[in-house]
């Protein structure tokens, strides 16, 4: 219907999804301003200046550098938080807030490729703690995506592992030696021309709901362009399900809802 069960696999191959405007329709990273808000730890001035960087991204007109602006940004505001008061205002929102931004488009997708035999595996920059419980609600094999690093029980801003542009194909060539993946036989799936890497690493590349510049790149090489509806009200998943996740996973999600993504000032170290 949408694509993969025309070139069913006969190695062992995998279905790379990006996350923010593939799977979801809009910013992992600035969705939960709203519950921190709630919960104290940001001001309005800085929901209101999240709320339009979520209206800028949506357009489809953040560029690389304003996207790297907004990051920082965002990990300038959430350093220094506190494991502990954030991971119970994201247990308590997780669910509400990713459910409705789920394309069903991207869950049939899924669903596709795993009756086709394949992994599938989640790539995003968002970081690893929101990332990982949306990939265990949506049922994805793997996930890459940034790691952060914690002191003293709080976010410094500096990142372990960034899975951003060119540093998702380094991932998704690591894990394809790992598990034995044919990246040759593999699909991609992506809105943005930052991903442009990754989807010229597999077989079989998707450009979803493109921006301009991913879109000129599609047409050009040929690659099929998906359109994703949407998300109405109904889920893309059971409703009244709860993500299944251990604890201290959906614990940290807090971190990574704001500082996902976020990129190290300029000068940082690797680490």
């Known amino acids: ?3 993969p069960m025309a070139h069913p696999g006969t190695a062992r191959s995998a279905a790379f999804f990006d996350l923010d405007k593939t799977i979801l329709a809009r910013s992992s990273t600035l969705a939960f301003s709203r519950p921190f808000y709630a919960g104290g730890l940001i001001n309005r001035r800085t929901v209101l200046r ?11 007109g ?12 965002i990990s300038a505001m959430c350093t220094g938080w506190d494991v502990a008061t954030v991971k119970a205002i994201v247990a308590d929102t997780l669910d509400h807030i990713v459910r409705p931004m789920i394309h069903s488009e991207a869950v049939e997708l899924i669903e596709q490729h795993h009756a086709a035999g394949r992994d599938v595996v989640i790539v995003s920059s ?18 890459i995506a940034t790691r952060m690093i914690v002191a003293d029980g709080k976010y410094t ?3 372990a592992e960034y899975a951003y542009g060119p540093h ?13 993946y044919d990246l040759a036989t593999s699909y991609g799936y992506s809105d943005s021309i930052t991903d442009e890497p990754l989807l010229a690493a597999v077989g079989h590349p998707f450009a979803v709901n493109p921006d301009k510049a991913l879109r000129r790149v599609a ?7 998906l359109e994703f509806a949407e998300p109405a009200e109904r889920p893309g998943f059971p409703r009244g399900r709860r993500p299944a996740v251990a604890a201290g996973v ?22």
């Open 168 to 180: 998702k194909v380094t991932a998704i060539e690591a894990l394809a030696a790992a598990e034995g």
């Open 50 to 60: 999240s709320a339009y960087a979520q209206f800028v991204y949506l357009l489809g």
């Open 1 to 3: 219907m949408l694509g």
């Open 219 to 225: 047409v050009q090489r040929g690659w099929p362009v």
């Open 62 to 73: 953040a560029d690389h550098d304003q996207m790297e602006r907004m990051r920082e940004y």
């Open 157 to 159: 801003g500096e990142i």
């Open 250 to 271: 959906v614990a940290a999600v807090a971190a990574g809802a704001l500082l996902l993504a976020s990129r190290r000032r300029s000068g940082r170290p690797e680490s």
């Open 126 to 143: 968002s970081g690893a703690e929101v990332v990982e419980p949306i990939g265990a609600m949506l049922g994805a094999d793997k996930v």
